[in-house]
């Protein structure tokens, strides 16, 4: 079983659409999540950082992150064709555990108009 | 752009044979991060240099090696290609090494190795 584990879709939803996509994890050392946008044929771009459970919210995004489940969420509101991508859950552990970044399979999001 | 370069952007080759990837970090940046796309495995950790000293080690295969430069740059080296190796791999970089909470990984465009 992975670690992360995330529904790779795709999913498909209409212009203006608010769009939810979820991952879980197993490992209770996870401490910092993020979400990544990866526009086909690009490197993963980073959209939303979170510590501990919790909302956060920066434009039409929102990132949610409940430990005692394990589950991380993020929400597009009013969705566009320009977020057509696949977004990627990331976690990371503290202390020794640096840099690794743990992700999970990746969501492919298609907005269409 | 995030600021962080990769070369070459493709790379084809035959099983057996051995490529270096290179990666430049940004400016300022410190630690660098190799990755491994696969259709199959996804985005996987390869390994972590920390101003020229390896930190961290993921799944990363014994014909795989890494090492930072004192320029900050790295190099990833693949040896033994197999056709399995084929993958996208990406180079992230940091400012510091993880060990704050709000350091964070930007990605380089990363390079396709094809593997015949």
């Known amino acids: 079983q992975k670690e992360v584990e995330q529904d790779p879709g795709p999913l498909s939803v209409p212009e203006g659409a608010i769009v939810s996509l979820n991952c879980t994890y197993s490992n209770s050392a996870f401490q910092y999540f993020m979400w990544y946008r990866q526009y086909s044929r690009k490197g993963p771009e980073l959209l939303m950082y979170?510590?501990?459970?919790g909302n956060k919210e920066d434009g039409r995004f929102t990132a949610q992150v409940d430990k005692s489940s394990k589950y991380i969420s993020l929400f597009i509101r009013d969705s566009q064709p320009s977020d057509s991508a696949t977004y990627l859950c990331a976690t990371r552990a503290g202390g020794t555990s640096y840099g690794k970044l743990t992700f999970g399979q990746g969501t492919i999001l298609t907005v269409h108009p | 752009d995030s600021g962080v370069t990769q070369t070459p952007k493709h790379l084809i080759t035959a099983t057996g044979q051995r490529v270096t990837l290179r990666c430049s970090p940004r400016s300022g940046d410190l630690s660098v991060y190799w990755y491994q796309q696969s259709l199959d495995q996804g985005l996987q950790f390869l390994i972590h240099y920390y101003n020229g000293e390896e930190r961290a080690k993921g799944n990363i295969l014994e014909r795989f090696s890494a090492q930072q430069f004192p320029d900050l740059h790295s190099e990833l080296n693949l040896s033994s290609l197999e056709l399995g190796d084929s993958a996208l791999y990406f180079c992230?970089?940091?400012?510091?090494?993880?060990?704050?909470?709000?350091?964070?990984?930007?990605f380089g465009p990363g390079t396709r190795l094809t593997v015949l």
């Open positions: 979170t510590y501990s459970s």
């Open positions: 992230a970089s940091s400012v510091e090494g993880g060990g704050i909470s709000t350091d964070t990984q930007y």
